[in-house]
């Protein structure tokens, strides 16, 4: 999710949903671009002004993993980079990306993973 649609209500309430499944699933250290959670480490893009904040990050068996929501978006391009970005940071220190999507959102989510080339991720179904 891009920042832009943080600030809506029901992406805040999917995003803490999100998390909430998380925990059940044994995460822990759990940082979260969200108000009451410690916020994950952003990355600049270099030649311009764009952050890129994971949505949630988390440790499960001394394993980083690096969770995006995905939900339908005015801004896929953007999107696309970001995922990309995130794919590639995780395999070059050996964590884990992983997508989180919701009823509504999976075919998007399954055209986006097209489109880019990560047909290898499943994206977890909430």
């Known amino acids: 999710m891009i920042s832009l649609e943080k600030l809506d209500n029901s992406n805040k309430e999917f995003l803490e949903k999100s998390i909430h499944h998380l925990e059940a ?3 822990e250290s759990i940082k979260a671009d969200i108000d009451g959670y ?8 270099k030649g311009s002004d764009i952050k890129i904040t994971p949505d949630i990050v988390a440790l499960k068996n001394g394993m980083k993993y ?6 339908k978006s ?3 391009l953007l999107l696309k980079s970001k995922w990309l970005f995130l794919d590639a940071l995780s395999r070059l220190k ?3 990306f992983r997508i989180i999507t919701t009823k509504g959102h999976y075919k998007f989510t399954e055209n986006m993973l097209d489109d880019i080339n990560l047909t290898n991720k499943t994206p977890i179904r909430i």
């Open 66 to 71: 690096f969770f995006e929501i995905s939900l």
């Open 94 to 96: 050996s964590n884990r």
């Open 74 to 76: 005015e801004n896929p």
């Open 38 to 45: 410690d916020t994950p480490k952003s990355y600049l893009k």
């Open 25 to 27: 699933t044994g995460f």
